[in-house]
């Protein structure tokens, strides 16, 4: 089966670790080192304190959900046999804020609605965090 949606930079410098753990399926995301605060996507500073002592660490994988919507129209090629599907920010027990598909019965989706990260092998070398209802 062939993949044909857009690809991350599975290689790039600041986001490649989140893709990595993916891969192996954890969630992550960057917590500075000198304040505490856990970011997402990932930066090359803090934007809490502005230093550069980020690293990426294990967050947790439920969460509930923030905001979403409902795509009708497909703005790529890949997803128009998928429609109508969702997207939510996802906000999980620690704070952070994720946006990615909500797999599963979209009449159950809503806003505070509890979930968690599960991860789709989509090739051989990348995995899609996605959110399905808890």
């Given amino acids: 089966m062939v993949y044909n949606k857009p690809l991350p930079?599975?290689?790039?410098?600041?986001?490649?670790?989140?893709?990595?753990?993916?891969?192996?399926?954890?969630?992550?995301?960057?917590?500075?080192?000198?304040?505490?605060?856990?970011?997402?996507?990932?930066?090359?500073?803090?934007?809490?304190c502005w230093?550069?002592?980020?690293?990426?660490?294990?967050?947790?994988?439920?969460?509930?959900?923030?905001?979403?919507?409902?795509?009708?129209?497909?703005?790529?090629p890949g997803f128009a046999g998928e429609l109508p599907?969702?997207?939510?920010?996802?906000?999980n027990a620690d704070g952070v804020r994720y946006t990615g598909r909500v797999v599963g019965p979209r009449d159950d989706v809503s806003v505070g609605a509890k979930v968690r990260a599960v991860f789709a092998d989509e090739t051989p070398e990348f995995t899609l965090v996605k959110w399905e209802l808890a």
Avoid at 9 to 29: I, M, N
Wanted: aromatic letters at 12%; hydrophobic letters at 40%.
């Fill in 85 to 91: 599907y969702v997207v939510a920010i996802v906000e």
């Fill in 9 to 48: 930079r599975l290689d790039d410098p600041v986001q490649g670790p989140f893709w990595a753990a993916a891969r192996e399926h954890r969630l992550t995301a960057q917590k500075c080192g000198h304040c505490g605060t856990l970011v997402f996507p990932g930066l090359e500073i803090c934007p809490a």
């Fill in 51 to 76: 230093e550069r002592s980020l690293s990426w660490t294990d967050v947790s994988a439920e969460g509930s959900i923030w905001s979403y919507v409902v795509y009708h129209r497909a703005f790529h």
